[in-house]
């Protein structure tokens, strides 16, 4: 079982900077896969970026790509995700959470086994 906290959400205007937190539970951190998604009022809930077990392979969503980065720190079991030149439709409660099985899948939410529950990120104009 793992619990994983999100911290580091907040205002901040376009153009800003965020850097969120994902704080995992449990010795068994480096065996997950990790990955961050988005929802936003009244749409689903959809995939920002994931990173191996390691941390030596990451993914985005083609809407963040250059903007987001995705990282870990396994000693720390910690995941993070950095956020730079945030616009308005980033705006959303941001979700951290663990895959277990790492098949390959990491773009689709049911992947994942775990989930915390999660921060809000709002982007003004």
């Known amino acids: 079982q793992v619990q994983l906290i999100e911290s580091g959400g907040g205002l901040v205007q376009a153009g800003g900077s965020l850097r969120l937190s994902c704080a995992a539970s449990?010795?068994?951190?480096?065996?997950?896969?990790m990955g961050w998604f988005r929802q936003a009022p009244g749409k689903e809930r959809e995939f920002v970026a994931a990173?191996?077990?390691?941390?030596?392979?990451?993914y985005y969503a083609d809407s963040v790509k250059g903007r987001f980065t995705i990282s870990r720190d396994n000693a720390k079991n910690t995941v993070y995700l950095q956020m730079n030149s945030l616009k308005p439709e980033d705006t959303a409660v941001y979700y951290c959470?663990?895959?277990?099985?790492?098949?390959?899948?990491?773009?689709?939410?049911?992947?994942?086994?775990?989930w915390g529950q999660g921060t809000q990120v709002t982007v003004s104009s």
């Open positions: 449990g010795r068994t951190f480096r065996s997950y896969a």
């Open positions: 990173i191996s077990r390691s941390g030596g392979t990451t």
């Open positions: 959470a663990a895959d277990q099985h790492y098949s390959g899948s990491v773009y689709s939410a049911s992947e994942y086994d775990y």
